[in-house]
């Protein structure tokens, strides 16, 4: 089998050739199998697209780097999901631009942090990770709380998604400069219609902030949405994998 290996190796145009196929059958094996399956994602109740104010909190936490130090990403290990709960699905990423799984965690996985800990611990946090957290090493964000989130492009934002995918409606895109008040300041303004299109999403006051809504409000009802959305009580591996 190897008597003519000598040819292989001392022949850059003939190495290149076979590494080629190679790879070409490796790539048609884990392709082809795609193609048999409807979708590659698992129907999960409860997933939904960001609110107006969950998706600008999201990208301040992409704007600020916070991935690269906190993964979301719970493997279907047994200390992974005794420490954080429930593996990650695909569905509960199926709207992120991109996503944010990360690859390192200096901190704690946030996949599941959603509903952990109270508006008002985020925002000390925030504020000064030490006050909580002596150990911690994580930069404070106390300008956060002191910047007015500026949302006038929130609109084309959606638009944009909605294009790649994220089923918007117009009703939410028109409705999007409302619903950030009602979801930010709810004793202030109408819940019901944000309810109404949006579901189950954290309503309250994210932060001490009076006088506007500020960009930590956006990043800490981001950071409350997170692993919240998929009901997990009836989530069936293999009824989905059947319906597939």
């Known amino acids: 089998m190897f008597i003519n290996h000598g040819k292989i190796e001392t022949s850059a145009a003939l190495l290149i050739l076979l590494t080629l196929v190679t ?30 104010l969950e998706l600008y909190g999201r990208n301040i936490y992409t704007r600020e780097g916070c991935y690269t130090c906190h993964s979301q990403m719970v493997r279907p290990f047994v200390d992974e999901v005794e420490r954080y709960g429930h593996f990650s699905l695909a569905a509960e990423s199926q709207y992120d631009h991109p996503f944010l799984w990360g690859s390192k965690r200096t901190g704690p996985d946030l996949a599941r942090v959603g509903a ?6 985020h925002e000390a946090h925030l504020i000064n990770p030490r006050d909580l957290l002596p150990s911690s090493i994580m930069p404070p964000y106390a300008f956060l709380r002191l910047r007015e989130l500026k949302t006038d492009d929130i609109g084309d934002h959606m638009r944009t998604l909605r294009l790649l995918g994220t089923p918007y409606t117009d009703a939410q895109i028109g409705n999007a400069q409302a619903d950030i008040l009602a979801q ?42 997170l692993g919240t959305m998929a009901d997990l009580s009836t989530y069936d591996p293999a009824t989905m994998s059947q319906q597939q």
Request: charged share 20%; hydrophobic share 40%; glycine share 8%.
């Open 23 to 52: 790879i070409g059958i490796g790539g048609i094996v884990q392709a082809v199998p795609l193609f048999t399956v409807e979708s590659t994602i698992e129907p999960v109740e409860g997933v939904r697209p960001y609110t107006p």
């Open 116 to 121: 952990r800990y109270s508006n008002a611990w």
């Open 184 to 225: 930010a300041r709810p004793d202030e303004h109408d819940t019901e219609s944000f309810l109404e299109r949006w579901g189950k999403a954290p309503l309250g006051r994210f932060t001490t902030q009076d006088h506007f809504v500020s960009e930590m409000d956006a990043l800490i009802a981001y950071l409350q949405v």
